[in-house]
Nanobody, 120 residues
Framework: QVQLVESGGGLAQPGGSLRLSCAAS????????MGWYRQVPGQQRELVAM???????TYDDSVKGRFTISRDNAKNTVTLQMNNLKPEDTAVYYC??????????????WGQGTQVTVSS
């Protein structure tokens, strides 16, 4: 069973930066989409950004121009560079991989979540 491990969360001041990383515990045949989601207590988990295996990226409007998602296919890792952080970015951030096997079996894997807190 593939496990995703996130790192890089923590406390930042408004206007500051944090960088989140996500790595898989084992080799994966093909990762179709790598994404970052976030969740605030009492609210639904929402998409922050995602990147396809072609390199095409999608961002939520609230983070456009501030966050950058990138993937390293050789290492099966994805990072989220978060700049100009705002208090409303405070949430638990989760990475997610949509994968496929040689037999074309599709699977979704989630990380355990990492807390990001933006506060002065």
């Amino acid at each position: 069973q593939v496990q995703l491990v996130e790192s890089g969360g923590g406390l930042a001041q408004p206007g500051g930066s944090l960088r989140l990383s996500c790595a898989a515990s084992e080799s994966i045949f093909r990762i179709l989409i790598m994404g970052w989601y976030r969740q605030v207590p009492g609210q639904q988990r929402e998409l922050v950004a995602m990147v396809g295996d072609s390199g095409r990226t999608t961002y939520d409007d609230s983070v456009k121009g501030r966050f950058t998602i990138s993937r390293d296919n050789a290492k099966n890792t994805v990072t989220l560079q978060m700049n100009n952080l705002k208090p409303e970015d405070t949430a638990v951030y989760y990475c997610k991989y949509k994968t496929t096997t040689k037999e074309n079996a599709v699977g979704d894997y989630w990380g355990q979540g990492t807390q990001v807190t933006v506060s002065s």
